[in-house]
């Protein structure tokens, strides 16, 4: 099922988008840019709760992907 998503076109944008990222954290203070992903990480950390699939719901998903991604090697 195709939904008309444009996988080339949205590579680029990721790649322009850590292109300009990796430009500010050369041209600002360190002090600056840490502050920044420091804060960024307590917000991800705080919201964690908020989410409904719990750690464990987690795990089973991953380890059924893996055993779909190579299946007999368990």
Known sequence: ME???DR???RQERLAFV????LWVR???NEVWSREQADLIDAFLANAGSYALSRARY???HQALAK???PGSS
């Open 59 to 61: 795990l089973e998903m």
């Open 19 to 22: 292109r300009r990222h990796a």
């Open 3 to 5: 939904l008309g998503f």
């Open 8 to 10: 080339e076109k949205n």
């Open 68 to 70: 779909r991604r190579h």
């Open 27 to 29: 041209r600002v203070p």
